[in-house]
């Protein structure tokens, strides 16, 4: 494991995603997510380094594999096991480079456990940092002073990814940036406020790559891919022509426009991600739009199901004004809209958001303990209800919509893909039950029922 190498062997790069010991979250499905970003990082290693990617949500690191540099990212809940990775690995002699988007936000914290930090996008300091690494010189912090142009970015190395992450989806990001304010959300942060695009070229190579080792069945990480509409029927269009599959993020708006829904189930489209956040605080986040009333949600819900497209849904509890009826509300209309695959979290101040100094100021949070900043437990104090409350409702949501009996009624609307709408509600079902199980909290949860607020579940 030492940093010297023989001379004619190649240097090891080994990049990992970390994940708490014990940890258990509700999206852990059988198939992992394609780690787009990691394998874009690594692309500028090879092939001076022997590069390799571990995910510790396949697999933890019992051991420590040999290594000559160690890059580990970090996600606020990941951090601790992050730095305990680097700490052994630097306890033996092997350089850390941390970079991630906690580490972004707090580089200070992470700088007493790595030789060298990223903060910021880090394509455009890759080039120096793996020079850095092969002469053995690192510096402290290397922190990009421009965005990167997505065209110069190396196609990702996506070979380096297991079968595993490779069999049910890749990825692929088309675009970076988010104009949109949404206090809770760190991208604009992280990858700024203006949208930047790859080239429809670049693209097509991606995809040409990709198309050799997926199963043509692809997640278009773009934090808004329909945000630019005459853009992404161009993409499309490559989408069709590769003969790809895919899903991807979008917003309500998209239900208005029956053009582009057509074009986009022309295309492969399975279904959209639709960040519904809330249904009385929706409104808070997108001020622009005109669904700020669930029955205007539910038009736009049906307009986009009549295409045939599928929706995952994201809601968020605990937002300043919602009290514990939220949940159940939440849930009977998940059930009735059909939504094919919901995702529901706690509302969680990561540092680095507008959220986070805000609640910091009010004295709303909990504790800081960054394992918890997961998305699955309260760490602030909501103000519509008790911490415990959050908790308990959350947990109920999880355990209802993961019921067979559930998954069963809102597939009820049988289309061609709800064979792969089962499977995928079934491969989170059994991390959606455990962590049920885990929080589950039988004095509130009796409390909350004789209350009328949750129905026994
Ligand atoms: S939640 Fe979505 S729309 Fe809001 S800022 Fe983040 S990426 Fe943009």
Same mark, same amino acid.
């Given at each position: 494991m030492s940093w010297r190498t023989p001379r004619t062997a190649r240097r090891r790069a080994l990049f990992i995603f970390p994940r708490t010991p014990g940890a258990v979250t509700a999206n852990d499905a059988v198939f992992p997510f394609p780690l787009v970003g990691l394998s874009q990082l690594a692309a500028y290693f090879e092939p001076d380094f022997e590069v390799r990617i571990h995910d510790e949500t396949r697999a933890p690191l019992r051991r420590l594999p040999a290594a000559d540099l160690v890059l580990v990212t970090t996600l606020t809940s990941t951090a601790a096991r992050a730095y305990e990775i @680097?700490? *052994?690995? /630097?306890?033996?002699? #092997?350089?850390?480079?941390?970079?991630?988007?906690?580490?972004?936000? %707090? =580089?200070?914290?992470?700088?007493?456990?790595?030789?060298?930090?990223?903060?910021g996008e880090a394509e455009p300091v890759m080039e120096r940092l793996v020079?850095? @690494?092969? *002469?053995? /010189?690192?510096?402290? #912090?290397?922190?990009?002073?421009?965005?990167?142009?997505?065209?110069? %970015? =190396?196609?990702?190395?996506?070979?380096?990814?297991?079968?595993?992450?490779?069999?049910?989806?890749?990825?692929?990001?088309?675009?970076?940036?988010?104009?949109?304010?949404?206090?809770?959300c760190s991208v604009p942060a992280t990858f700024g406020r203006r949208l930047r695009v790859?080239? %429809?070229?670049?693209?097509?190579?991606?995809?040409?790559?990709?198309?050799?080792?997926?199963?043509?069945?692809l997640f278009v990480v773009d934090d808004n891919f329909t945000l630019a509409r005459e853009r992404a029927l161009a993409i499309l269009e490559l989408f069709r022509r590769h003969g790809f599959r895919w899903m991807g993020f979008s917003n309500l708006a998209v239900s208005e426009d029956e053009d582009f829904l057509r074009a986009l189930r022309r295309s492969g489209c399975l279904s959209l991600f639709i960040g519904f956040e809330s249904l009385h605080a929706h409104a808070l986040f997108h001020k622009n739009d005109r669904y700020h009333d669930p029955a205007e949600m539910r038009r736009a819900v049906a307009r986009i199901h009549a295409h045939g497209i599928g929706i995952q849904g994201s809601f968020i509890f605990g937002f300043d004004g919602e009290g514990p009826?939220?949940?159940?509300?939440?849930?009977?209309?998940?059930?009735?809209?059909?939504?094919?695959?919901?995702?529901?979290?706690?509302?969680?101040?990561?540092?680095?958001?507008?959220?986070?100094?805000?609640?910091?100021?009010?004295?709303?949070?909990?504790?800081?303990?960054?394992?918890?900043?997961?998305?699955?437990?309260?760490?602030?104090?909501?103000?519509?209800?008790?911490?415990?409350?959050?908790?308990?409702?959350?947990?109920?949501?999880?355990?209802?919509?993961?019921?067979?009996?559930?998954?069963?009624?809102r597939l009820g609307r049988r289309t061609v893909d709800t064979?792969?709408?089962?499977?995928?509600?079934?491969?989170?079902?059994?991390?959606?039950?455990?962590?049920?199980?885990?929080?589950?909290?039988?004095?509130?949860?009796?409390?909350?029922?004789?209350?009328?607020?949750l129905c026994r579940s």
């Open positions: @680097a700490d *052994a690995y /630097r306890a033996a002699g #092997v350089p850390v480079v941390l970079g991630g988007v906690h580490a972004t936000m %707090l =580089p200070e914290e992470a700088a007493p456990h790595a030789d060298a930090v990223v903060v020079a850095d @690494a092969a *002469a053995g /010189r690192l510096r402290p #912090v290397y922190r990009a002073e421009t965005r990167p142009d997505l065209d110069d %970015l =190396p196609v990702p190395a996506v070979h380096l990814l297991s079968r595993r992450h490779r069999f049910f989806m890749g990825g692929i990001q088309t675009s970076r940036g988010c104009p949109q304010r949404c206090n809770f790859k080239s %429809l070229g670049a693209l097509d190579r991606e995809l040409a790559a990709l198309a050799r080792v997926t199963r043509r069945r009826e939220v949940f159940e509300e939440t849930a009977a209309f998940i059930q009735e809209t059909g939504i094919e695959l919901p995702a529901v979290n706690i509302l969680t101040p990561f540092p680095g958001t507008a959220l986070f100094d805000e609640m910091e100021r009010a004295g709303r949070l909990l504790h800081r303990d960054w394992s918890r900043y997961d998305m699955s437990h309260v760490v602030f104090e909501p103000r519509g209800m008790t911490p415990a409350e959050l908790q308990q409702g959350y947990a109920w949501t999880l355990k209802y919509l993961a019921s067979p009996t559930s998954i069963l009624r064979p792969y709408f089962l499977v995928a509600n079934f491969a989170l079902r059994n991390a959606q039950t455990r962590l049920a199980r885990r929080l589950w909290n039988p004095p509130v949860q009796a409390d909350l029922e004789s209350r009328g607020l």
